[in-house]
Protein backbone atom coordinates (compact mmCIF):
# COMPACT_ATOMS: atom_id res chain seq x y z
CA UNK A 1 0.00 0.00 0.00
CA UNK A 2 1.35 3.77 -0.96
CA UNK A 3 0.30 5.20 2.39
CA UNK A 4 1.07 8.64 1.20
CA UNK A 5 -1.29 7.85 -2.38
CA UNK A 6 -4.28 5.63 -0.60
CA UNK A 7 -5.32 7.74 2.41
CA UNK A 8 -7.92 5.50 3.53
CA UNK A 9 -6.91 6.10 7.31
CA UNK A 10 -7.80 10.14 6.72
CA UNK A 11 -11.04 9.40 7.53
CA UNK A 12 -10.79 8.85 10.76
CA UNK A 13 -8.87 11.43 12.39
CA UNK A 14 -8.94 15.18 12.45
CA UNK A 15 -5.36 16.63 12.89
CA UNK A 16 -3.21 13.45 13.70
CA UNK A 17 -2.60 10.05 14.04
CA UNK A 18 -0.29 7.35 14.01
CA UNK A 19 -0.78 3.71 12.30
CA UNK A 20 -0.20 0.72 14.18
CA UNK A 21 0.40 -2.04 11.58
CA UNK A 22 0.38 -5.25 13.64
CA UNK A 23 0.76 -7.58 10.77
CA UNK A 24 4.15 -5.65 10.79
CA UNK A 25 4.89 -6.42 14.12
CA UNK A 26 3.79 -10.16 14.06
CA UNK A 27 6.38 -10.39 11.28
CA UNK A 28 9.01 -8.54 13.27
CA UNK A 29 8.45 -11.12 16.04
CA UNK A 30 8.37 -14.20 13.41
CA UNK A 31 11.98 -12.65 12.21
CA UNK A 32 13.36 -12.57 15.72
CA UNK A 33 12.14 -15.84 16.26
CA UNK A 34 14.20 -17.32 13.83
CA UNK A 35 17.53 -16.08 15.11
CA UNK A 36 16.74 -16.74 18.70
CA UNK A 37 18.11 -20.05 20.22
CA UNK A 38 14.92 -22.59 19.60
CA UNK A 39 15.56 -23.16 23.99
CA UNK A 40 15.02 -19.72 24.78
CA UNK A 41 11.71 -17.74 25.24
CA UNK A 42 11.06 -14.53 23.98
CA UNK A 43 10.11 -12.01 26.05
CA UNK A 44 8.25 -9.03 24.81
CA UNK A 45 9.39 -5.62 26.84
CA UNK A 46 6.16 -3.71 26.39
CA UNK A 47 7.34 -1.15 28.73
CA UNK A 48 6.80 2.70 28.19
CA UNK A 49 3.48 1.52 26.81
CA UNK A 50 4.88 -0.39 24.37
CA UNK A 51 7.35 2.58 23.48
CA UNK A 52 4.31 4.20 22.45
CA UNK A 53 2.56 1.74 20.51
CA UNK A 54 -0.06 0.60 23.12
CA UNK A 55 0.66 -2.05 25.42
CA UNK A 56 -2.70 -3.73 25.10
CA UNK A 57 -2.88 -4.32 21.60
CA UNK A 58 1.06 -5.02 21.40
CA UNK A 59 0.80 -7.53 24.11
CA UNK A 60 -2.57 -9.40 22.85
CA UNK A 61 -0.80 -9.42 19.25
CA UNK A 62 2.64 -10.83 20.10
CA UNK A 63 1.57 -12.98 22.49
CA UNK A 64 -1.11 -15.10 19.94
CA UNK A 65 2.52 -15.01 18.35
CA UNK A 66 4.12 -17.08 21.24
CA UNK A 67 5.71 -14.63 23.14
CA UNK A 68 6.68 -16.78 26.23
CA UNK A 69 5.99 -13.17 28.85
CA UNK A 70 5.94 -9.43 29.16
CA UNK A 71 8.33 -7.06 30.50
CA UNK A 72 7.59 -4.17 31.91
CA UNK A 73 8.97 -0.85 33.69
CA UNK A 74 6.39 0.08 36.03
CA UNK A 75 3.36 -1.80 38.59
CA UNK A 76 0.69 0.56 36.95
CA UNK A 77 1.89 -0.95 33.24
CA UNK A 78 2.11 -4.61 34.55
CA UNK A 79 -1.72 -4.11 36.81
CA UNK A 80 -2.97 -2.02 34.03
CA UNK A 81 -2.77 -5.28 31.83
CA UNK A 82 -3.89 -7.73 34.62
CA UNK A 83 -7.12 -5.58 34.96
CA UNK A 84 -7.31 -5.64 31.42
CA UNK A 85 -7.14 -9.89 30.97
CA UNK A 86 -3.89 -10.42 30.10
CA UNK A 87 -2.66 -13.43 32.25
CA UNK A 88 0.81 -14.34 30.59
CA UNK A 89 3.74 -13.74 33.09
CA UNK A 90 5.09 -9.94 33.36
CA UNK A 91 8.54 -8.99 34.81
CA UNK A 92 8.81 -5.21 36.14
CA UNK A 93 12.59 -5.30 35.10
CA UNK A 94 13.40 -2.19 37.92
CA UNK A 95 12.19 -0.61 40.93
CA UNK A 96 9.08 -1.09 42.43
CA UNK A 97 7.89 0.89 45.82
CA UNK A 98 7.56 -0.98 48.84
CA UNK A 99 4.30 0.42 48.84
CA UNK A 100 3.32 -1.39 45.58
CA UNK A 101 4.48 -5.13 47.35
CA UNK A 102 1.09 -6.33 47.87
CA UNK A 103 -0.21 -5.92 44.32
CA UNK A 104 2.76 -7.70 42.86
CA UNK A 105 2.12 -10.53 45.01
CA UNK A 106 -1.74 -9.91 44.51
CA UNK A 107 -1.69 -9.72 40.63
CA UNK A 108 0.91 -12.16 40.72
CA UNK A 109 3.72 -9.36 39.13
CA UNK A 110 7.40 -11.16 38.72
CA UNK A 111 9.47 -8.69 40.60
CA UNK A 112 13.13 -7.74 39.84
CA UNK A 113 15.14 -8.27 43.67
CA UNK A 114 18.33 -7.12 43.81
CA UNK A 115 19.23 -6.04 47.61
CA UNK A 116 18.62 -7.78 50.49
CA UNK A 117 15.78 -5.42 51.97
CA UNK A 118 13.51 -5.82 48.74
CA UNK A 119 13.50 -9.71 49.19
CA UNK A 120 12.55 -9.41 53.05
CA UNK A 121 9.82 -6.76 52.17
CA UNK A 122 8.17 -9.15 49.45
CA UNK A 123 8.97 -12.15 51.43
CA UNK A 124 6.86 -10.50 54.30
CA UNK A 125 3.83 -9.02 51.97
CA UNK A 126 3.92 -12.84 50.31
CA UNK A 127 3.71 -14.47 53.49
CA UNK A 128 1.14 -12.15 54.74
CA UNK A 129 -1.60 -13.13 51.84
CA UNK A 130 -0.49 -16.54 52.46
CA UNK A 131 1.36 -16.50 48.71
CA UNK A 132 4.72 -16.80 47.19
CA UNK A 133 5.74 -14.62 45.04
CA UNK A 134 8.16 -15.06 42.19
CA UNK A 135 11.50 -13.50 41.73
CA UNK A 136 14.34 -12.38 39.22
CA UNK A 137 17.10 -11.83 40.54
CA UNK A 138 19.21 -8.52 38.79
CA UNK A 139 23.22 -8.49 38.52
CA UNK A 140 25.16 -5.61 37.99
CA UNK A 141 27.96 -7.16 35.02
CA UNK A 142 28.92 -3.18 34.15
CA UNK A 143 25.39 -1.11 33.56
CA UNK A 144 26.25 0.44 36.67
CA UNK A 145 22.70 0.66 37.62
CA UNK A 146 20.73 -1.62 39.54
CA UNK A 147 21.91 -5.12 41.15
CA UNK A 148 23.85 -7.39 43.02
CA UNK A 149 27.67 -7.23 42.06
CA UNK A 150 28.11 -10.11 39.68
CA UNK A 151 32.15 -10.35 41.54
CA UNK A 152 31.15 -12.77 43.97
CA UNK A 153 31.00 -9.90 47.46
CA UNK A 154 26.87 -10.48 46.74
CA UNK A 155 26.88 -14.29 46.79
CA UNK A 156 25.91 -14.82 50.86
CA UNK A 157 23.65 -12.01 50.22
CA UNK A 158 21.75 -13.19 46.94
CA UNK A 159 21.68 -17.21 48.97
CA UNK A 160 20.05 -15.18 52.00
CA UNK A 161 17.04 -13.49 49.95
CA UNK A 162 16.37 -17.20 48.23
CA UNK A 163 15.95 -18.96 51.82
CA UNK A 164 13.61 -15.92 52.73
CA UNK A 165 9.72 -17.71 52.99
CA UNK A 166 7.10 -17.02 50.22
CA UNK A 167 10.28 -15.90 47.72
CA UNK A 168 10.62 -17.85 44.24
CA UNK A 169 13.77 -17.95 43.15
CA UNK A 170 12.44 -18.04 39.44
CA UNK A 171 14.62 -15.95 37.06
CA UNK A 172 18.37 -14.30 37.19
CA UNK A 173 19.00 -11.89 34.72
CA UNK A 174 21.75 -8.94 34.11
CA UNK A 175 21.54 -6.26 30.89
CA UNK A 176 24.38 -5.47 28.51
CA UNK A 177 25.61 -2.09 28.41
CA UNK A 178 27.28 -1.78 24.85
CA UNK A 179 25.78 -4.57 22.70
CA UNK A 180 24.94 -2.37 19.76
CA UNK A 181 28.67 -1.60 19.72
CA UNK A 182 31.77 -3.08 18.72
CA UNK A 183 32.91 -3.33 21.86
CA UNK A 184 32.58 -7.17 22.34
CA UNK A 185 35.19 -7.55 24.57
CA UNK A 186 33.10 -5.76 27.14
CA UNK A 187 30.15 -7.69 26.26
CA UNK A 188 31.77 -10.88 26.45
CA UNK A 189 33.17 -9.86 29.95
CA UNK A 190 29.53 -9.21 31.21
CA UNK A 191 28.39 -12.17 29.85
CA UNK A 192 31.38 -13.95 31.35
CA UNK A 193 31.04 -12.75 34.84
CA UNK A 194 27.16 -13.39 34.47
CA UNK A 195 27.41 -16.87 33.92
CA UNK A 196 29.82 -16.91 36.88
CA UNK A 197 27.91 -16.15 39.02
CA UNK A 198 25.17 -18.22 38.69
CA UNK A 199 27.82 -21.41 38.82
CA UNK A 200 29.12 -19.82 42.41
CA UNK A 201 25.30 -19.79 43.25
CA UNK A 202 24.18 -22.74 41.78
CA UNK A 203 27.51 -24.69 44.09
CA UNK A 204 25.29 -23.15 46.97
CA UNK A 205 21.63 -25.11 45.92
CA UNK A 206 20.26 -22.06 44.31
CA UNK A 207 18.83 -22.91 40.62
CA UNK A 208 17.29 -20.34 38.41
CA UNK A 209 14.46 -21.51 35.83
CA UNK A 210 15.43 -18.55 33.61
CA UNK A 211 18.46 -17.12 32.64
CA UNK A 212 17.85 -13.80 30.81
CA UNK A 213 21.02 -11.34 29.66
CA UNK A 214 20.19 -10.20 25.70
CA UNK A 215 18.54 -7.23 24.78
CA UNK A 216 17.90 -6.62 20.93
CA UNK A 217 21.31 -6.49 19.99
CA UNK A 218 22.35 -9.48 21.79
CA UNK A 219 19.35 -11.21 20.35
CA UNK A 220 20.73 -10.98 17.28
CA UNK A 221 24.66 -10.27 17.46
CA UNK A 222 25.27 -13.35 20.01
CA UNK A 223 23.12 -16.25 19.66
CA UNK A 224 25.30 -17.64 21.82
CA UNK A 225 24.22 -15.87 24.65
CA UNK A 226 20.35 -16.60 24.40
CA UNK A 227 20.16 -18.82 27.33
CA UNK A 228 16.63 -19.63 28.62
CA UNK A 229 14.78 -16.30 27.52
CA UNK A 230 15.45 -13.09 25.49
CA UNK A 231 14.32 -9.38 25.72
CA UNK A 232 13.63 -8.17 22.56
CA UNK A 233 12.72 -4.29 22.87
CA UNK A 234 13.25 -2.09 19.62
CA UNK A 235 13.33 -4.24 17.15
CA UNK A 236 9.87 -5.86 17.86
CA UNK A 237 8.48 -2.22 16.40
CA UNK A 238 10.77 -2.63 13.49
CA UNK A 239 13.72 -0.13 14.35
CA UNK A 240 17.27 -0.71 14.85
CA UNK A 241 19.35 -0.02 18.12
CA UNK A 242 20.72 3.09 17.17
CA UNK A 243 24.53 2.74 15.75
CA UNK A 244 24.46 -1.27 16.08
CA UNK A 245 27.50 -3.42 13.89
CA UNK A 246 25.31 -5.67 11.47
CA UNK A 247 24.48 -8.71 12.63
CA UNK A 248 25.57 -11.92 11.54
CA UNK A 249 21.63 -13.03 9.70
CA UNK A 250 20.08 -9.44 9.18
CA UNK A 251 16.35 -9.26 9.99
CA UNK A 252 14.02 -8.01 7.57
CA UNK A 253 12.43 -5.56 9.91
CA UNK A 254 9.04 -3.62 9.09
CA UNK A 255 8.18 -0.45 11.31
CA UNK A 256 5.47 -0.49 13.15
CA UNK A 257 4.00 2.88 13.40
CA UNK A 258 3.60 5.10 10.78
CA UNK A 259 2.50 9.13 11.69
CA UNK A 260 0.52 11.28 9.97
CA UNK A 261 -1.13 15.00 10.26
CA UNK A 262 -3.08 16.62 7.82
CA UNK A 263 -2.74 20.34 6.38
CA UNK A 264 -5.23 22.74 8.10
CA UNK A 265 -4.39 26.17 6.14
CA UNK A 266 -2.70 27.12 3.22
CA UNK A 267 -1.61 30.47 2.08
CA UNK A 268 1.28 32.40 0.82
CA UNK A 269 3.09 35.05 2.08
CA UNK A 270 5.47 37.72 1.08
CA UNK A 271 8.73 38.16 1.23
CA UNK A 272 9.71 39.82 3.92
CA UNK A 273 7.44 38.50 5.92
CA UNK A 274 7.83 36.51 8.98
CA UNK A 275 6.43 32.64 10.08
CA UNK A 276 5.73 31.71 13.78
CA UNK A 277 7.39 32.63 16.97
CA UNK A 278 10.45 34.76 17.47
CA UNK A 279 10.13 35.99 13.98
CA UNK A 280 13.12 33.64 13.45
CA UNK A 281 12.05 32.44 9.39
CA UNK A 282 11.68 35.55 6.95
CA UNK A 283 10.71 34.92 3.36
CA UNK A 284 13.02 35.70 1.11
CA UNK A 285 10.37 35.89 -1.50
CA UNK A 286 6.73 34.87 -2.37
CA UNK A 287 6.39 31.39 -0.17
CA UNK A 288 3.18 29.02 0.27
CA UNK A 289 2.88 28.29 3.84
CA UNK A 290 1.04 24.73 4.58
CA UNK A 291 -0.03 24.70 8.35
CA UNK A 292 -0.13 21.14 9.85
CA UNK A 293 -2.34 20.40 12.81
CA UNK A 294 0.73 18.97 15.03
CA UNK A 295 2.93 20.75 17.42
CA UNK A 296 5.40 19.92 20.29
CA UNK A 297 2.23 18.80 22.62
CA UNK A 298 2.03 16.01 20.34
CA UNK A 299 5.31 15.06 20.41
CA UNK A 300 6.75 16.98 17.74
CA UNK A 301 10.52 18.17 19.10
CA UNK A 302 10.27 21.91 18.91
CA UNK A 303 14.03 21.57 18.24
CA UNK A 304 12.84 20.38 14.97
CA UNK A 305 12.07 24.04 13.65
CA UNK A 306 13.22 25.53 10.20
CA UNK A 307 14.88 23.16 8.81
CA UNK A 308 13.55 19.37 9.15
CA UNK A 309 11.52 18.01 6.63
CA UNK A 310 7.83 16.46 6.94
CA UNK A 311 6.57 14.59 3.70
CA UNK A 312 3.67 16.26 1.99
CA UNK A 313 2.32 14.77 -1.37
CA UNK A 314 5.81 12.55 -1.14
CA UNK A 315 8.15 15.57 -1.56
CA UNK A 316 10.51 16.76 1.52
CA UNK A 317 8.96 19.84 2.32
CA UNK A 318 11.17 22.04 5.45
CA UNK A 319 9.49 23.15 8.72
CA UNK A 320 9.88 27.07 8.57
CA UNK A 321 9.83 29.29 11.79
CA UNK A 322 9.15 28.15 15.22
CA UNK A 323 6.94 24.51 15.87
CA UNK A 324 4.38 25.41 18.13
CA UNK A 325 2.25 23.41 20.92
CA UNK A 326 -0.53 22.48 18.25
CA UNK A 327 0.71 23.57 14.80
CA UNK A 328 3.78 24.01 12.58
CA UNK A 329 4.53 25.36 9.05
CA UNK A 330 5.58 23.98 5.94
CA UNK A 331 7.30 25.67 3.14
CA UNK A 332 5.10 23.92 0.17
CA UNK A 333 6.50 26.11 -2.72
CA UNK A 334 8.36 23.58 -4.62
CA UNK A 335 5.21 21.42 -4.71
CA UNK A 336 4.09 20.53 -8.31
CA UNK A 337 0.31 20.26 -6.98
CA UNK A 338 -0.96 23.07 -4.64
CA UNK A 339 -1.45 21.34 -0.90
CA UNK A 340 -5.34 21.92 0.15
CA UNK A 341 -6.91 21.32 3.46
CA UNK A 342 -7.34 17.84 4.80
CA UNK A 343 -3.86 16.73 2.70
CA UNK A 344 -1.87 13.86 4.15
CA UNK A 345 1.30 15.00 5.93
CA UNK A 346 4.20 11.84 6.69
CA UNK A 347 6.50 12.29 9.80
CA UNK A 348 8.02 9.03 9.81
CA UNK A 349 6.78 5.62 9.16
CA UNK A 350 6.78 3.29 7.01
CA UNK A 351 8.60 5.47 4.11
CA UNK A 352 11.26 7.63 6.35
CA UNK A 353 12.51 6.30 9.51
CA UNK A 354 12.14 7.41 12.95
CA UNK A 355 15.71 7.74 13.22
CA UNK A 356 15.83 10.70 10.70
CA UNK A 357 13.87 13.08 13.55
CA UNK A 358 16.32 11.36 16.37
CA UNK A 359 19.59 11.95 14.22
CA UNK A 360 18.42 15.52 13.94
CA UNK A 361 17.41 16.46 17.30
CA UNK A 362 20.48 14.53 18.91
CA UNK A 363 18.44 11.59 20.25
CA UNK A 364 17.96 7.74 19.86
CA UNK A 365 14.61 6.37 17.99
CA UNK A 366 13.77 4.93 21.03
CA UNK A 367 12.93 8.20 22.45
CA UNK A 368 10.91 9.16 19.28
CA UNK A 369 8.11 6.79 19.33
CA UNK A 370 8.12 7.00 23.37
CA UNK A 371 6.96 10.45 23.19
CA UNK A 372 4.45 10.70 20.42
CA UNK A 373 1.36 12.21 22.71
CA UNK A 374 -1.71 10.29 23.65
CA UNK A 375 -3.93 13.22 22.19
CA UNK A 376 -2.27 11.40 18.44
CA UNK A 377 -4.85 9.22 17.77
CA UNK A 378 -3.92 5.81 17.46
CA UNK A 379 -5.54 3.39 14.61
CA UNK A 380 -4.60 -0.47 14.24
CA UNK A 381 -4.23 -2.23 11.38
CA UNK A 382 -4.16 -5.23 10.20
CA UNK A 383 -4.04 -6.65 6.68
CA UNK A 384 -4.29 -3.33 6.00
CA UNK A 385 -7.53 -2.75 7.50
CA UNK A 386 -8.48 -0.92 10.36
CA UNK A 387 -9.63 -2.66 12.98
CA UNK A 388 -8.99 -0.75 16.09
CA UNK A 389 -9.42 3.05 16.52
CA UNK A 390 -8.34 4.75 20.20
Not at 137 to 147: C, Q, V
Not at 259 to 269: L, N
Request: aromatic share 8%; proline share 4%.
Amino acid sequence: MDHLEDNWCSDYYDRSCVEIDLSALEHNFAEIRKVTSPSAGIMAVVKADAYGHGAYEVAKTLLDCGAAGLCLATMDEAVDLRRRGITAPMLTLGYTDKSRYADAVRYEIDQAVYSFDIARALSDEAVSQNKTIRCHFKLDTGMGRIGFKADGSDTEEIVRCCELPGIVPYGVFSHFAVADTDDDEYTRQQYKDFVDQIESLEAKGIHFEKRHICNSAGIMRFPEMHLDLVRAGIILYGLMPPGCPEPPVKLDLKPVMTWYAKVIHVKRIAAGDSVSYGRHFRAEGETEVATVGIGYADGLSRRLSNGFELIVDGIRCPIIGNVCMDMCMVDTTALAKRPKVGDIVMVFGKDRLADELADCIGTINYEITCVVGKRVRRIYVKDGAPIQII
